[in-house]
C-alpha cells in the first residue's frame, strides 16, 4: 500500500448462500479524493461499504481501509473513519449539543477536546439558536450537515456517506457539498454514494457497480468521453439498463 | 377540474405544514409537486385522500367534497403512500387480490390496466411482498393502487431513493397510465423530474412558490446564469462568493452556476479575478435555466 492510497480494495467478495453480493471488485482511493460509489439499487453498495467499514466480513479478497486490514483490524478501522447514512445519523431525542457530547465520547475524545469541538462547529454552521434544540425538531437538511460535521468529530482519515441528500433540498445539497468539497480540501478522503447523477459530477472519480461487479471507474470526464456523452446520468443509463 | 384545492391551511402544534395552498388539476393532467423533505407535499396528500382534516380551506377530488363525500372519493382515487404499506407476509398476489376484493374487483376485471407494470412482477406473485426488491416493492404498490381502476392517482414521493434507471422506467410507466385517461398527482423531491409533468407547483415550507408548465416556469427566473468552471471546485465557490458582484453560486454538476448583481457580467474582469485567486483553467459562459435554478431562486 502506498502512502497516498487510504482505501485499497483487491477482489473482494461476499456471499450469501449462493448469492455473490460483491462479486470481486477492486479499487483503490487516494488521500484526499472524493470517491462517488453508484449503482443501482440491489447492485451491491451496501454490502461492499459494509466490509470497507468494518462491520461484515468478507467471504474472500483483500482490504486494507486507513492502513488496517478488514479481516483482522476492524476495530482500528472503525476509529479511524467517519460514517453517516441518511437512515441512521443522530439521536432525535438528544439536543443538538448532547448529540456532540455523545458521538464526541464515543469516538473517544476529551471533554476538553469536544467542548472546543462543539464550539467550532455551532460557530462554522451557524448553529446559535438550535443548539440546546431537539435534533427531531429540525429540517432534514440541518439534521444532515450536523450528521456529516459530526461524523468529522474525531478528525478521521476518511468519512463514509451513505445517500446523506437523499430527500433535501436543492440549496441544502449545495451547502452540504461545500462542506465535503472544504473535507476533502483539508485532506479528508470523501466516500460517498449518491442516487444524484448531478453529484456523481462533483466527485473526484466514480466507480458505478452493476450485480456485484463494478463496471467502470473512471474522473467523470473520461467516463463521458468513454461511453460517448454528455451527462454522468447518460453513462449510468447505459451501463445499468434493463438490470432488475 | 380533477382536483381542486382553495386556500387549505393545517398545522401541527405550532409547525405550520401546509400554509393557504391553493391549486387546480385538470382531468388527464400530469400534474407535479415539486419540494423536498418537510415542504408539506404528504400533508397535502392525506388531505386530498380524505386521511386527514384541514383546518381551513376546502378541497375537491373528483367533484368530491373531501369532507361531505370522503366514502366516494376512497372508492374514486388510487394513493401511493411514500413509504411501503404493503402487507409484508402476504405473498404478491395475495396483496393484489386483496385489494381487488376490499373495492368489489377482481384482478381479472382490470387487468388491463396494471397489465404492462404488474407482468413483470408475475414471476414472483408467490413472493412475499416483504422479500422484494426496492422496484419490484413499488411495482406491485402501483399495481394495488390501480386495481379498482380509480379516476384520479396519487404518487406520493414514489422515485424517492430509487436509481435513475429504476426513476426513468417508472416515469414510462406514469406517462402509459396518463394516456389511458388517468388524472395523476405526483410528488418529488427530484428537480429533474419535474419536466415530465404537464404543469408543476414548486413548493417549499408549506407555500407554493410557483405554478407553471416546466418549460415555462424557467422563465420567470430573472437573470442570465453563468457556467464557471476551473481546476479546483472548492477554491472557486469560495473565490466567486467574495466576488463583489456576486449574486447566487451553486455547485452544479461539474460546473458553478453563477449570477452576477449586475445586468451583464465583465468576463474579463472576472477571469483576471479567478486568476488572481490561484484558479487556473477558467471557463465561464452563459447556460440555460433549469427548474432546480428557479427553485434556489423562488426559496432563497
Not at chain 1, 497516498?4 to 477492486?26: M, R, S, Y
Not at chain 1, 476533502?184 to 453529484?199: A, I, K, L, P
Not at chain 1, 467502470?216 to 447518460?234: C, G, H, I, R, Y
Request: glycine share 6%.
Amino acid at each position: 500500500m502506498t502512502d497516498t492510497n487510504v482505501i485499497q480494495v483487491e477482489n473482494l467478495t461476499k456471499k450469501f448462500g449462493d448469492f455473490v453480493a460483491v462479486n470481486a471488485i477492486t479499487f483503490e482511493v487516494k488521500k484526499g479524493e472524493i470517491f462517488g460509489f453508484l449503482g443501482a439499487n440491489g447492485a451491491g453498495k451496501t454490502t461492499a461499504m459494509k466490509m470497507l467499514i468494518g462491520i461484515s466480513k468478507p467471504t474472500s479478497g483483500n482490504a486494507k481501509v486507513a492502513g488496517f486490514d478488514v479481516f483482522t483490524n476492524s476495530e482500528d478501522i472503525k476509529k479511524n473513519i467517519g460514517y453517516m447514512s441518511q437512515k441512521f445519523a443522530l439521536y432525535d431525542d438528544l439536543t443538538v449539543k448532547e448529540n456532540i457530547t455523545f458521538f464526541g465520547g464515543i469516538y473517544g475524545l476529551s471533554r476538553k477536546k469536544i467542548e472546543e469541538k462543539r464550539q467550532l462547529l455551532v460557530e462554522e454552521l451557524g448553529l446559535q439558536n438550535i443548539v440546546n434544540e431537539l435534533v427531531g425538531s429540525l429540517p432534514l437538511g440541518w439534521k444532515q450537515k450536523i450528521s456529516f460535521s459530526v461524523a468529522l468529530l474525531h478528525e478521521p482519515k476518511i468519512v463514509f456517506l451513505d445517500e446523506p441528500t437523499g430527500g433535501v433540498d436543492p440549496i441544502t445539497r449545495r451547502q452540504f457539498w461545500e462542506m465535503i468539497y472544504k473535507a476533502s480540501n483539508n485532506g479528508t478522503t470523501v466516500f460517498v454514494t449518491t442516487h444524484y447523477m448531478d453529484e456523481a459530477e462533483y466527485c473526484d472519480r466514480v466507480s458505478i457497480m452493476v450485480e456485484g461487479r463494478i463496471e467502470a471507474l473512471d474522473t467523470p470526464k473520461k467516463l463521458k468521453e468513454q461511453f460517448k456523452v454528455n451527462s454522468m446520468n447518460d453513462v449510468f443509463l447505459k451501463l445499468a439498463r434493463n438490470i432488475e | 377540474m380533477s382536483i381542486s384545492v382553495k386556500n387549505i391551511s393545517k398545522s401541527f402544534k405550532d409547525v405550520t405544514a401546509v400554509n393557504d395552498v391553493s391549486f387546480e388539476v385538470k382531468e388527464g393532467e400530469l400534474f407535479g409537486l415539486i419540494g423536498p423533505d418537510g415542504a408539506g407535499k404528504t400533508t397535502i396528500f392525506r388531505i386530498l385522500t380524505t386521511l386527514l382534516f384541514a383546518d381551513k380551506g376546502t378541497a375537491t377530488v373528483a367533484n368530491f367534497d373531501v369532507i361531505e363525500d370522503y366514502k366516494e372519493i376512497r372508492n374514486n382515487v388510487g394513493y401511493m403512500p411514500g413509504r411501503f404499506s404493503l402487507y409484508q407476509d402476504l405473498t404478491v398476489e395475495e396483496n393484489l387480490t386483496f385489494f381487488a376484493t376490499i373495492f368489489g374487483t377482481t384482478i381479472e376485471e382490470n387487468y388491463d390496466l396494471i397489465k404492462d407494470i404488474y407482468i413483470q412482477i408475475e414471476p414472483f406473485k408467490k413472493r412475499r411482498a416483504g422479500q422484494l426488491s426496492g422496484g419490484m416493492k413499488q411495482k406491485l404498490a402501483l399495481s394495488c393502487a390501480l386495481i379498482h381502476k380509480p379516476k384520479v392517482l396519487f404518487l406520493d414521493e414514489p422515485t424517492t431513493g430509487v436509481d435513475p434507471v429504476s426513476r426513468k422506467e417508472f416515469w414510462e410507466m406514469l406517462k402509459r397510465l396518463q394516456k389511458k385517461g388517468i388524472t395523476i398527482l405526483v410528488s418529488t423531491p427530484y428537480m429533474d423530474e419535474a419536466a415530465l409533468c404537464d404543469r408543476i407547483a414548486l413548493i417549499q415550507d408549506g407555500k407554493i412558490l410557483q405554478i407553471d408548465d416546466p418549460k415555462e416556469i424557467v422563465k420567470h427566473f430573472p437573470t442570465t446564469i453563468y457556467d464557471i468552471k476551473a481546476d479546483n471546485i472548492y477554491k472557486l465557490l469560495v473565490a466567486l462568493k467574495e466576488y463583489k458582484h456576486s449574486y447566487s453560486v451553486y455547485p452544479f454538476g461539474e460546473f458553478v452556476h453563477y449570477t452576477d448583481k449586475r445586468d451583464a457580467i465583465d468576463t474579463k474582469e472576472l477571469t483576471l479575478f479567478l486568476k488572481d485567486k490561484g484558479l487556473n483553467n477558467i471557463i465561464i459562459q452563459p447556460t440555460e435555466t433549469t427548474i432546480e435554478d428557479t427553485f434556489m431562486e423562488l426559496a432563497k
